[in-house]
C-alpha cells in the first residue's frame, strides 16, 4: 500500500482549535470583541502557564481557564465531538503544541479540528519603547557598568552618537541611520532611567521618561497651533514664524544669546548666533581683531547669510580632504 494516505474529510464533528494570542506591551484584559465571544463561546479554555497576566481579567470575566499543556494529539481529542478549544499562548509561544498539530496534519491520517490563529490583543505604534524601558530599567539595577553612570559620566556619550547620527546621515546608510538613532535613543532613556533615582539635594527632584516624552509632547503641541488648534499655516515660512513667536513667549529671554550652548563646535556656534541675530533684525558691529578666528568667524556669518550651515560645509570638505588623504597613501603603496 502506499504510505501516503488521504485525510480523513473534515466535518462539524472534528471541532475547532483557537490559538489566541496576545501582546505583552498593552495591558492585560484589554481584548478585542472577537476574543472575549471566543472565549465565552468555548468548550475548553487551556493555558500552559499559570502566571499567565491575562489569567486574572480571564477569571474576573467569568472565563474558566484550565492550567494545561496538551499534546497535539491530546488536542484534537479535545475537540472531538464539535467542540471548540481556547489556547491561551504563552508569552514564549506554544511552539511544540503547533509543530505537533503541523506534523499531525501533514501525516494525512487524522481528521484535524478547524485551526484559527486569533490575535487578542496587538502592539501599538511604539510599542517596542516600553521594552527598551524594561530592558534599562534591568541593566540599571544588575550590570556593575550602568549601575555606576551619572548624567555627567555619560554626557559624552550623548555627543559621539549624535556625531555618529550626522555621519549616517550624511553617507547616506538606512542601515546606519536605524542604528545610530537607536543608540541617540539609548541615551535618552539612560539619562531618564537615572534621573527617576533623583539625588541629594531639592534640586534633584525625580522624573522618568514619561515625564521626558509628555514635556516634548506638550511643547509640540503647544508649538504647532496650526496643527492643534485653529492657527493656519500654509507655507514653511509659516510655520517657523509660529515656532519663534511662541518660543519667545515661552523663553521670556533677557538676551538673544539665552538657550545657545557655548560648548558646541565654533563654526554651528557662530551659525546659530547669526541666526538668532538675523531673526531678530538687530544691527550687530563685528568685533574687529586679526588672526584666522576672525576670518573663520567672518566666512560663518557670511555662510549663515546664504543660507548654508558652515559646519556642514567645513565638514564636507574634510570629508573630501579626508579621502585625499586615501588616496594619497594608497599612491604611496
Known sequence: MNDTQTPPPADASTGRVILLTTSHRVAPGLLSWPAWQALHGADAVLCGDAGHPQLPYLREAGVTVTHASPTAEELVDACAGGRTVVVVATAEGDRPLTDGLARLAGSGRVAMPDLELLPASYDLPGARLLDLVQVMDQIRVACPWSSQQTHKGLAKYAIEEAYELVEAIEDGDREELREELGDVLLQVVFHAR?????????????????????????????????????????????????????????????????????????????????????????????????????????????????????????????RAYREAVQTAEAATH
Open 194 to 318: 537615572i534621573a527617576e533615582e533623583g539625588g541629594p539635594g531639592e534640586e534633584d527632584e525625580p522624573f522618568s521618561i514619561d515625564d521626558v516624552a509628555g514635556g516634548i509632547v506638550d511643547k509640540l503641541i503647544h508649538r504647532h497651533p496650526h496643527v492643534f488648534g485653529d492657527d493656519t499655516a500654509d507655507t514653511p515660512e509659516d510655520v517657523k514664524a509660529h515656532w519663534l513667536r511662541t518660543k519667545a513667549v515661552e523663553k521670556q529671554r533677557s538676551s538673544l544669546t539665552e538657550g545657545i550652548p557655548v560648548g558646541q563646535p565654533a563654526l554651528a556656534l557662530t551659525a546659530k548666533l547669526a541666526s538668532r541675530v538675523r531673526t531678530a533684525g538687530l544691527e550687530v558691529e563685528l568685533p574687529s581683531g586679526e588672526g584666522i578666528g576672525y576670518e573663520l568667524l567672518t566666512l560663518a556669518l557670511q555662510a549663515e547669510a546664504q543660507g548654508i550651515d558652515p559646519e556642514a560645509a567645513l565638514r564636507s570638505a574634510a
